[in-house]
C-alpha cells in the first residue's frame, strides 16, 4: 500500500497548480479565485521507483474571516491525522502571512514530517523572498513553481526521503486472505452492511492493525467465509476534529482502496449515481483493484422490474466506461437482502484477479485472435505479434504480448485483445493489463 502526502496551505497558494505538476495531470481546476478548488483532488506519484498517493485539501467556500479560519484548521488537523508526511505550501510573492503563521503553529505541534514549499518561485527575482519562511519554524523552504516546474524535483527527493519505511513483516502477514473494502459516497449504507456482516457476533472478529496507522483489518471467518473487512480507525472513533464529512470521506476511501483486493462500492439506490460515486470508481480503478458494485436501499426503490434494473445496470456501465466487466448486484442492507451474494460475488472476483491462463492455452487461442483481426499498419509497416504470456506474480492479471513493433500497437487495439481474453476466460471484476513488448 503506498503512503499518502496531504497538501495543506491557505487558499490561493497554488496548491492545485503544484498538485497537477506533481501527478504530471490536469485534473485539479485552477484558477485565481481563492476556493475553488470544491471537490477534493487525488492523484499518484512515481519518484525514482517510490510509489505514494497526493491528496489536495483545497476545497471551502470563505463568507467570513471566522468561518475561513475554522475551515482551514480542519483541512489541517485531518490532513495530519490521516497523512503519512505533510507538504505545507506557501505564497513565495505574498510572504508569510497571519494564517501562514496559524497554520504553522498547528504542524509544529504534530509529530508528522512537514515539508515547507515556497511556491509561485516563476523567475529568480522571487527566489530571494524564501528566506522570510524560516520564520515559521518548519525548517529549509523549498522553492519551487507549480507553473513551470522549477523545484520541483528537489523537492521530490526530499518527499521520498521523509516517508516513512513501510511495515513489510505485517503486509506479508496478511497476504493469503483475502481483502475487501466497503467504499462509497456518505450515506450510502456501508455502516449498514459492515453490521449486517458482523452483526452481534462480535466474538468471531478479531482486529488486526495495518499497515499503516489507521488501517485495521477485520477478520470475518462464518459461514463458510473467510476475509478480511479493510476498514479504517476513522470510521470507529469519534473523530477529535468537527469533520468534513466529504473530505474525510474521500481520505477514508483513499486508504480503505490501498489496503485491500476487491472494493466493494456501496451505491444509493433511491438516488442513482453520482458525481462521488465516479469519484471513487476512479480512484478503485487507478489502484488497479477488484470491483463490486452494490445498489443498496433496494427495498426503498418503487420500482423493482427486471427491467427497472436492467435500466439501471445500463446507467452505471455507461458512467464507468470503458470498464464495464464488473458485477453488479442489488441489495438491502437493512433487510440483509442478498448480502451474503455481495461477499460470495467479492471472492470470486477476488479469484478472478489469481487466475493463471497456462502459456500453450494462451498463444493457441489467442493467435487465432490476432490472424483474424491483425493490427492495422502504422505508415506501411505492419506489426507481428509472435508469442504471448501471462506474468506470474503479478497482482493484477497481466498479459505481455511480444512482437517486432510495440510502439505501433495503439490503445483501441489493445483493449480488443482484453476484450478478446475476458470473452475466453473468467476476469470480471478485475483489471487487465495488456503490454506490448519487442522481441
Known amino acids: 500500500m503506498s503512503q499518502l502526502v496531504a497538501i495543506v496551505g491557505r487558499p490561493n497558494v497554488g496548491k492545485s497548480t503544484l498538485f497537477n505538476r506533481l501527478t504530471q495531470s490536469r485534473t485539479a481546476i485552477v484558477d485565481e479565485t481563492a476556493g475553488t478548488t470544491r471537490d477534493r483532488q487525488y492523484g499518484k506519484v512515481d519518484w525514482n521507483g517510490k510509489e505514494f498517493s497526493i491528496v489536495d485539501t483545497g476545497g471551502w ?178 473523530n477529535k476534529v468537527n469533520e468534513d464529512i466529504e473530505y474525510y470521506s474521500v481520505i477514508r476511501s483513499i486508504r480503505a482502496i490501498e489496503a485491500s483486493d476487491v472494493c466493494i462500492l456501496m451505491i444509493d439506490g433511491t438516488r442513482g449515481i453520482e458525481a462521488q460515486d465516479v469519484n471513487i470508481f476512479s480512484l478503485i480503478q487507478r489502484n488497479r483493484k477488484g470491483l463490486v458494485v452494490v445498489v443498496n436501499k433496494w427495498d426503498l426503490v418503487e420500482d423493482k422490474s427486471t427491467a427497472a434494473m436492467k435500466h439501471y445496470e445500463e446507467a452505471i456501465r455507461n458512467r464507468f466506461a470503458p470498464f464495464t466487466d464488473f458485477p453488479i448486484i442489488f441489495s438491502s442492507a437493512l433487510t440483509k437482502q442478498r448480502i451474503f451474494k455481495i461477499l460470495e460475488t467479492a471472492i470470486d472476483v477476488y479469484q478472478n484477479r489469481r487466475r493463471v491462463v497456462p502459456t500453450s492455452q494462451l498463444n493457441t487461442y489467442m493467435q487465432e485472435v490476432i490472424s483474424a483481426y491483425p493490427p492495422p499498419a502504422n505508415k506501411g509497416k505492419y506489426v507481428k505479434i509472435k508469442y504471448v504470456t501471462m506474468l506470474k506474480g503479478a497482482q493484477v492479471p497481466t498479459f505481455i504480448f511480444f512482437c517486432n513493433l510495440p510502439q505501433w500497437v495503439k490503445e483501441p487495439y489493445r483493449r480488443y485483445l482484453e476484450n478478446k481474453i475476458r470473452e475466453k476466460w473468467d476476469f470480471c471484476g478485475t483489471p487487465v493489463n495488456v503490454f506490448m513488448r519487442e522481441k
Open 61 to 238: 467556500v470563505v463568507n467570513s474571516d471566522d468561518i475561513f479560519e475554522s475551515e482551514i484548521n480542519k483541512q489541517v488537523e485531518l490532513a495530519i491525522e490521516q497523512a503519512d508526511e505533510i507538504l505545507f505550501v506557501v505564497d513565495s510573492m505574498n510572504g508569510v502571512t497571519d494564517l501562514d503563521d496559524h497554520v504553522a503553529e498547528i504542524l509544529r505541534k504534530s509529530r508528522k514530517p512537514v515539508i515547507l514549499v515556497a511556491n509561485k518561485v516563476d523567475s529568480n527575482e522571487w527566489l530571494y523572498n524564501t528566506p522570510e519562511f524560516y520564520k515559521l519554524g518548519l525548517g529549509d523552504p523549498y522553492p519551487v513553481s507549480g507553473i513551470n516546474g522549477y523545484g520541483t524535483g528537489d523537492l521530490l527527493d526530499e518527499v521520498v526521503r521523509e516517508l516513512p519505511e513501510k511495515d513489510e513483516a505485517e503486509e506479508e502477514q496478511l497476504d493469503d486472505i483475502p481483502k475487501f473494502a466497503i467504499v462509497g459516497r456518505p450515506n450510502a449504507g456501508k455502516s449498514s452492511l459492515i453490521n449486517a456482516f458482523i452483526g452481534e457476533d462480535r466474538h468471531i472478529v478479531t482486529d488486526i492493525a495495518g499497515t499503516t496507522r489507521d488501517s485495521i483489518y477485520t477478520r470475518y471467518n462464518k459461514f463458510g467465509f473467510d476475509f478480511y473487512l479493510v476498514d479504517t480507525a476513522g470510521i470507529r472513533k469519534k
